[in-house]
């Protein structure tokens, strides 16, 4: 583990069994976040995004139709081997998630205040019952809410799709986790609310220091926040990179296509936006060699047979997975 990595994910792999049959959707991941810093993980969808997001805190469900493995060391701890109660007490704590749809993460039937209340109950053993208003109604102004005090005694029907997001933050955020792992946090919403909702998270990562996993199938959003960023494709990371470096020179085939798919690189003619062609692959069922092949316009011979393995810059600053980088 370097000096400043916050979380350290090796060799990760998520399977899960489906009718008798083992699918793996997570293969082989590894990649570090810093401290203060965010990680963008960009792919289509059903490439094992949100998979590898839930992974790191054992969040995907009984452990009798996943199997988990790899390390993820946390602050210096591996979370894939820890017990049950240590993990309860880094989950909602030291990591905690937001996700694409608020509405499903808030309890139709109590108010904000009873929500928010319930995390300082868990997390924050330090406040006094006596301090919760004063703390709850800061909490919900750090996250631009308007009408703070208000705003607890309301239900969640009562607020628009932006403001639960904003609540949702707020929760996320009122433990001073060290790592928020943000799930297609703005995809759900429209497009003014989505910058706002993306300064915000910009500046609760300047404000607060915490580090951030920002998962999203938007290479445009990603690029607005993310200090690195990974790519994802068919349950494995195809390139990682500085964001800035990743954008401008991108050495990946499928980053290459999610780049030129970007809205600004097709304005000569909106109806003819370019698409990477063919499909990702579902299911699990994944070509042999190197699973972009049948959608890579620069395929050779091998790709077809041998999987790439990852190769590093001098710096280690970037890895890409492909054998047009092979000496
Ligand atoms: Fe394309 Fe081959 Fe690179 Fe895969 S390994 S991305 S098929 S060039």
């Not at 997390?123 to 703070?148: P, T």
């Not at 996993?213 to 790519?231: R, T």
Request: aromatic fraction near 6%.
């Amino acid at each position: 583990m370097k000096k400043n990595d916050l979380l350290e994910v090796k060799n990760l792999k998520t399977s899960v069994f489906n009718d008798q049959r083992q699918v793996c959707v997570v293969d082989d991941v590894s990649f570090s976040i810093y401290e203060n810093s965010v990680l963008g993980l960009v792919g289509e969808s059903g490439c094992g995004k949100t998979m590898t997001a839930l992974s790191l805190t054992k969040l995907v469900g009984s452990a009798a139709r996943f199997e988990i493995s790899g390390a993820v060391n946390f602050n210096g701890k591996d979370l894939l081997s820890a017990p049950a109660k240590d993990l309860l007490r880094v989950r909602g704590r030291q990591i905690t998630y937001i996700f694409q749809e608020p509405s499903t993460c808030l309890n139709p039937v109590l108010t904000v205040r009873e929500q928010m209340e319930e995390v300082l109950r868990l997390h924050r053993k330090d406040i006094s019952r006596s301090g919760y208003d004063k703390f709850l109604v800061e909490g919900l102004e750090k996250v631009g809410m308007n009408f703070a005090a208000q705003k607890l005694k309301t239900y969640p029907h009562q607020l628009s799709g932006g403001e639960k997001q904003r609540i949702m933050i707020a929760m996320a955020t009122l433990s001073r986790p060290k790592l928020l792992i943000a799930d297609e946090p703005t995809t759900a919403l429209d497009v003014t609310i989505q910058a706002q909702i993306l300064v915000l998270l910009h500046s609760l990562k300047r404000e607060l220091g915490i580090a951030m996993l920002f998962i999203s199938h938007d290479l445009d959003v990603i690029g607005e926040i993310a200090d690195y960023i990974a790519v994802m494709y068919a349950g494995k990371i195809v390139e990682i990179s500085p964001a800035q470096k990743l954008l401008l020179t991108p050495k990946h085939p499928y980053t290459k296509g999610l780049i030129d798919c970007l809205p600004q690189n097709c304005k000569d003619n909106i109806r003819r936006r370019k698409v990477i062609a063919g499909e990702v692959p579902r299911g699990g069922i994944y070509p042999a060699g190197c699973r972009f092949h049948p959608r890579c316009p620069d395929c050779m011979d091998k790709c077809r047979t041998r999987p790439p393995p990852v190769f590093r810059s001098k710096d280690a600053e970037e890895e890409v997975s492909c054998w047009l980088y092979s000496n």
